[in-house]
């Protein structure tokens, strides 16, 4: 595995944690369809929430959530899609795309973006 695998596979599962200490259920992780993958399904009451994960250092640019430009957000939805028809139990639940943004060499800044962006 490489460096950055590694640290995207970390921060998964950092992210995991810290959404879970927050009261949010797994339903599943690294869920891989044609269309793409979803780091984290989650289930917040009665609301299906599909998060990004992102990893940034202070160097880069874009800051996380701008990072998913509409390309990254039509594969998203569309894997969300995919689930949801594998998975009907879920299908009358609200949909909410957050994205989880750990920050800094040690991925020790944490922001959670909720409902980062909607299906038009």
Same mark, same amino acid.
């Given at each position: #595995?490489? &460096? &950055?695998?590694a /640290?995207?596979l970390h +921060?998964e599962?950092t +992210?995991?944690?810290?959404?879970k200490s ?11 369809? /044609?269309?793409?993958?979803? %780091?984290l399904? #989650?289930?917040?009451? %009665?609301t ?5 994960v &992102? !990893? &940034?250092?202070? +160097? %880069? ?5 701008l !990072?998913?430009d509409?390309?990254k ?7 969300t899609?995919d689930?949801l ?6 299908t009358?639940? +609200?949909v909410r ?8 060499e ?5 922001e959670w973006?909720?409902?980062?962006f /909607?299906?038009?």
């Amino acid at each position: #595995m490489n &460096r &950055r695998a590694a /640290r995207g596979l970390h +921060a998964e599962k950092t +992210a995991l944690r810290w959404l879970k200490s927050r009261g949010l259920q797994v339903i599943t992780c690294n869920y891989r369809c /044609r269309h793409g993958e979803l %780091d984290l399904i #989650m289930k917040d009451t %009665d609301t299906v929430v599909v998060v990004e994960v &992102r !990893s &940034r250092t202070e +160097a %880069d640019f874009l800051t996380p959530a701008l !990072s998913i430009d509409q390309r990254k957000q039509g594969k998203i939805i569309r894997s969300t899609e995919d689930f949801l028809q594998r998975h009907p139990v879920y299908t009358d639940n +609200a949909v909410r795309f957050d994205v989880v943004a750990l920050t800094g060499e040690k991925q020790s800044g944490i922001e959670w973006i909720r409902d980062a962006f /909607r299906v038009d």
